[in-house]
């Protein structure tokens, strides 16, 4: 055999190239592992960079002629203190994607110490030529500065909200122009609005989003051209308030107002302009969740009978407040009718996007599979969609709780963080205190427009909460037209509309008559985990749900049971249940979807039927046929272990894990259909025994608040005359306070 030395000398250095490219690749591969693709939804399968969210981003405000720069983007990562590179990019990255997802091509951690930098150009139509030219963002998290043409335009801090520049006198001529964008993003590492972005993810915390994440799009104005656009509708005379604002107007414009209905004119009328013109609907079809009537309205400016301005918009006549039902109880009204919000706590989280949608199908299907189970309410949860979201939640008829997004500083958690039962609020800096307001002022001022939002959720959990009670005033001044939970879940400050608890898994409420009256809510229970093979984010990790369940038909059983208990709150006074949640979300497993959004855990027919029961419950006198400890202070006859009964004063403390077992007696002269039974100090199985005769056993967590169970399926072992109600608990906690109540209806 002969050997060729320079054939050998070429295979060794080919050899070394393949291994420094090969180790290069593993380096990169390394770098980019904080985040994996593991699932996908069937949406990402078709997403191109030529087909990325083609739709129209601004329904409540839109134009014929726009350009979107949605697409490729080229991007790199640099050091937060690097002046703005000129050559040598990363690559590509897909907007309007974070650099964190998998959509977005790229799939990189990024640092609060990183700097995020965008490139992309773009050329000017001709027929744009005299015009103004507007680029408009729909959401960059969290500061994001902009260059046309190396010329500085601006910045904007804020992750959630839309912001706009008129780059007019920045471009060029003709040609191709340039536009940079550069992104720093601290995430949980200091107190900024993040709502559940943490730079590590752990159970109800999620993987951090950075950078361009909704819709980026040009549009061309003339110099007198419509700025913003709020109708504010009155059932109870049937006006409308054309309410807008405009720049550059010099006194003399006039505002041409056409309303339609199922594509026919129904009004039409010219203004001179002015901020606010009403128009008068003689007859006119209301907003209902089963019957979302809009109504189309376009809007033309114009002056010299020359067209500045042409938009196309909706509405909605509907009215929501708070008020007193027949009973007593303080309720949601929607035009003038109580109405029982039923919904889900939406997180809005996507396996390939994180943030944003895969698409605006992908966006739209959450909404209808959700109609179809059978809610009527959604809780966005800690974050703002894009503003075609709420279009949908508008004209597929679901009602929306908007969370403000929290924040606070992950080093400092223990300090920003309202914990359980602390009296006082974080005492939040100025300047945090500023621009918390800057952003839910950005907020209320975006989404106000859309008639389904409802409710402002303005603190959850503490997480973050300072100055409750001016915020939640402020709040109520901005916008008198929807409903202000001041506080969801945890520590109550008593002001809002909404006595609003979170109570897992068992459906529960405060006694609102103990609470101002306000509107008693439950906004979060349930949370039933179910880990379906094949569609978790993890399956290498605990997957978890606040209760775990085996399989799917238990699944669908136990939250059926959840829904049942609430047909015995309602009469009492409960207003709006959230059930957590919509779909999984990384390692939770609590969803009624898998985060792929391909399996449905629930039969929805069958849903549908049974919480649409709950939207037809009127309220009835109530009979106390054991009191509890809320109510009023009593005894109870308690025995714990093999120890005899004893009289007890409720709430009784129990030190150990223990069998309780407690018995009491009732009289009735007539029976009622309905019996709720109210326990607190659990944690295991529950026996009930009504004169000898013994229910089904189930289980009780235990839990701050009184749970709450519908037994009426027992109120057949009742009789006329004296009763005796018997009631065994396996405490299956070190410590808890025993007590339990029962109500006939």
């Known amino acids: 055999m002969i050997i060729n030395i320079n054939s050998f000398q070429n295979k060794r250095t080919i050899s070394l190239i393949f291994f420094i490219t090969v180790y290069a690749l593993l380096a990169s ?36 002629n726009w350009l979107n720069l949605n697409g490729e983007w080229e991007y790199k990562v640099t050091n937060i203190n690097a002046v703005k590179p000129t050559t040598n990019y990363d690559g590509q990255i897909l907007v309007p994607f974070c650099i964190e997802s998998s959509l977005s091509g790229v799939t990189k951690a990024f640092k609060p110490t990183d700097k995020l930098w965008y490139k992309r150009t773009f050329i000017i139509d001709k027929s744009w030529k005299g015009q103004n030219i507007i680029l408009n963002f729909g959401a960059v998290d969290y500061e994001a500065t902009v260059w046309i043409n190396k010329k500085l335009v601006g910045k904007h801090i804020g992750g959630y909200d839309a912001f706009s520049f008129d780059i007019t006198k920045y471009l060029n001529n003709s040609g191709e122009q340039l536009i940079e964008v550069a992104v720093v993003d601290p995430t949980d590492s200091q107190s900024i609005i993040r709502g559940k972005q943490q730079l590590e993810p752990s159970r109800i915390r999620y993987t951090a989003v950075s950078g361009i994440w909704q819709t980026v799009w040009l549009e061309p104005v003339e110099k007198t051209s ?113 109405l029982f919000q039923f919904g889900t706590l939406d997180q809005g989280w996507w396996p390939d996007g994180l943030y944003t949608a895969p698409s605006a199908e992908a966006l739209k299907w959450d909404i209808e599979q959700l109609k179809e189970i059978g809610f009527n309410t959604f809780r966005k949860h800690i974050k703002v969609e894009p503003a075609l979201y709420y279009y949908y939640t508008d004209s597929i008829g679901m009602m929306v709780w908007q969370d403000m997004p929290s924040g606070m500083s992950r080093p400092k958690q223990d300090t920003e963080m309202v ?74 400050r008593k002001v ?39 569609h978790l984010w993890d399956a290498n990790k605990k997957n978890w749900g606040y209760r ?5 038909a238990s699944f669908s059983r136990e939250f059926l049971k959840l829904v049942n208990d609430l047909k015995t709150l309602i009469p009492q006074g409960l207003g709006a249940a959230i059930y957590t949640q919509t779909t999984d979300v990384e390692g939770e497993v609590n969803g009624l979807i898998t985060y792929d959004r391909k399996v449905i855990k ?144």
């Open 29 to 64: 591969a390394q770098e980019k592992q904080p985040v994996i693709e593991r699932i996908k939804t069937k949406w990402a399968q078709t997403v191109t960079a030529d087909n990325v969210w083609r739709t129209y981003p601004r329904p409540q405000l839109k134009r014929e």
């Open 226 to 338: 419509i700025n913003s656009f709020l109708p504010e509708t009155n059932i109870d005379n049937g006006v409308v308030k054309i309410n807008t604002s405009i720049n550059g107007s010099s006194g003399d414009e006039q505002l041409l107002v056409k309303v339609l209905k199922d594509g026919k004119e129904i009004f039409k009328q010219k203004f001179e302009y002015k901020n606010t013109v009403e128009i008068k609907l003689d007859k006119f079809d209301l907003w209902w969740p089963e019957l979302p009537n809009l109504y189309k309205i376009e809007v033309t400016l114009s002056r010299d009978k020359k067209v500045l301005d042409h938009v196309r918009s909706y509405f909605a006549m509907r009215k929501v407040e708070a008020r007193f039902d027949e009973k007593g109880y303080r309720r949601v009204f929607l035009n003038n009718k109580p």
């Open 419 to 492: 914990k359980f039962g602390q009296k006082n609020d974080w005492d939040a800096d100025s300047a945090y205190h500023k621009q918390w307001k800057n952003e839910f002022d950005a907020m209320v001022n975006n989404l106000r427009f859309f008639p389904s939002i409802t409710t402002w959720v303005i603190f959850n959990e503490g997480w973050g909460q300072f100055d409750t009670e001016n915020l939640v005033k402020r709040a109520a001044e901005m916008d008198k037209t929807r409903i202000i939970d001041g506080v969801s879940g945890w520590e109550d």
């Open 496 to 534: 809002g509309d909404m006595i609003d608890i979170h109570n897992y898994p068992s459906s529960t409420m405060q006694l609102p008559q103990f609470y101002e009256n306000r509107i008693a809510a439950i906004g979060e229970f349930g949370g039933l985990g179910l880990a379906v093979k094949g």
């Open 548 to 552: 775990d369940i085996d399989d799917q």
């Open 602 to 745: 629930v039969n929805k027919a069958e849903s549908h039927d049974k919480i649409s029961e709950l939207y037809n419950i009127s309220p009835e006198p109530l009979k106390i046929l054991i009191s509890d400890a809320r109510r009023e202070q009593n005894y109870k006859l308690v025995k714990l272990n093999n120890n005899p009964l004893e009289k007890k004063q409720m709430p009784f403390a129990v030190k150990s894990k223990a069998k309780i077992t407690s018995q009491e007696k009732f009289s009735l002269d007539a029976i009622p259909k309905n019996l709720s039974f109210w326990l607190k100090g659990s944690g295991g199985d529950v026996t009930i025994k009504i004169n000898g005769k013994e229910m089904t056993p189930f289980v009780s967590r235990n839990s701050y608040y009184y749970n709450q169970f519908n037994i009426s399926n027992a109120s057949s072992f009742l009789k006329l005359g004296e009763n005796i109600f018997e009631v065994t608990v396996d405490l299956s906690v070190e410590k808890a306070s025993f007590d339990y109540g029962l109500v006939g209806f």
